[in-house]
C-alpha cells in the first residue's frame, strides 16, 4: 500500500511538473510571438524611412548625398529593414507552429544582424569625425564651385542652402579663401545664399546684388550645420531611441528562440 501511495504521489507530481513546463512553454511560444511582431513592425518602419528618403520630394535625398557614409546609410537601412521584416514574419510563424528549423534559422540570422548593428555603431564611432564641422567647412572650401550644377557636390550644396535658407557650414564667412571666391572672385557669397526674394523686377534684381557683394541684409547668416541639426533633432533623438528598442527586443527574441526551441519535443 505505501509503494502504491508513493508512487501515486510521484506520478501526480510529475504531472504538475509537466502541466507547468507546458504552460511555461506556451508561455514563452506567445512571448515569442509578440516580440516577434514588434521585429516585423520596426523593419517595416525602416523600410519605410529608407524608402522616404530616397523619394523624398523636399530634398533629403540631397542632403545626405552631401557625405558618402550619410548615402551608404540609407541603403543599409533598407538592407537593415528588410531583414528585420523577413526574421519578425520567420520567427512569428516559427513559434506559433512550433518548428525547431524555423527557430534555429531564425535565431542564427537575428544574431548576425544583432553582430552587423552592433559592427555598424561602432563603425559610426569610429568615422564620427567625418560628421564635425570641421570637416565638412574643408570639404566645402575645396570642392564648392557656385554655379556649376553639373558638379554633384556643388548641386548637392546648392540644394541644401536653399532648402534650409542657409550660408556656408557656420556663416557666410566659410566661403573666404575657398574655391568659389577664386573661381568668382567678385562674389562674396554664392546666389544660393540669398535670401528669396518677395518682390519682382527690379527690387529683385537689387537684392540680388546686394546679397552677391556681401550685404547681410539680404543673404541668410545662419550655417547649414546648425540649420539641418535643429532641423533633424527631433528625428535623431527617435532614432536613437527606435535603435536601442530594436537591439533590446533583438535579445529578448533569441533567448526565448533559444528557450522555445529547447522545449519543443
Request: aromatic share 14%.
Amino acid at each position: 500500500i505505501l509503494v502504491a501511495l508513493s508512487l501515486q504521489g510521484q506520478g501526480e507530481a510529475s504531472a504538475r511538473g509537466t502541466t507547468m513546463e507546458g504552460d511555461c512553454l506556451s508561455c514563452i511560444k506567445y512571448l515569442m510571438f509578440v516580440f516577434n511582431f514588434l521585429i516585423f513592425l520596426g523593419g517595416s518602419f525602416l523600410l519605410g524611412v529608407g524608402v522616404w528618403v530616397l523619394v523624398d520630394p523636399t530634398g533629403f535625398r540631397e542632403i545626405i548625398a552631401a557625405n558618402p557614409l550619410l548615402f551608404t546609410g540609407v541603403y543599409v537601412i533598407l538592407g537593415m529593414g528588410g531583414m528585420l521584416f523577413l526574421l519578425g514574419f520567420l520567427g512569428c510563424c516559427g513559434a506559433i507552429r512550433e518548428n525547431k528549423c524555423l527557430l534555429l534559422f531564425f535565431f542564427m540570422l537575428i544574431l548576425l544582424i544583432f553582430l552587423a548593428e552592433l559592427a555598424a555603431a561602432i563603425l559610426a564611432f569610429i568615422f564620427r569625425e567625418h560628421l564635425t564641422r570641421e570637416y565638412f567647412t574643408k570639404e566645402l572650401k575645396r570642392h564648392y564651385q557656385g554655379y556649376n550644377n553639373t558638379d554633384v557636390f556643388t548641386s548637392t550644396w546648392n540644394a541644401i542652402m536653399t532648402t534650409f535658407d542657409c550660408c556656408g557650414v557656420n556663416s557666410p564667412e566659410d566661403f573666404r579663401d575657398s574655391l568659389f571666391r577664386r573661381i568668382n572672385p567678385v562674389h562674396a557669397v554664392p546666389e544660393a545664399c540669398c535670401q528669396r526674394a518677395s518682390q519682382a523686377g527690379d527690387l529683385a534684381s537689387i537684392s540680388q546684388e546686394q546679397c552677391l557683394t556681401g550685404n547681410m541684409m539680404f543673404r541668410n547668416n545662419k550655417g547649414c550645420y546648425s540649420a539641418v541639426v535643429d532641423y533633424f533633432e527631433l528625428y535623431i533623438y527617435v532614432a536613437g531611441a527606435l535603435a536601442i528598442v530594436v537591439l533590446t527586443i533583438e535579445l529578448f527574441a533569441m533567448v526565448f528562440a533559444m528557450c522555445l526551441f529547447r522545449g519543443i519535443q
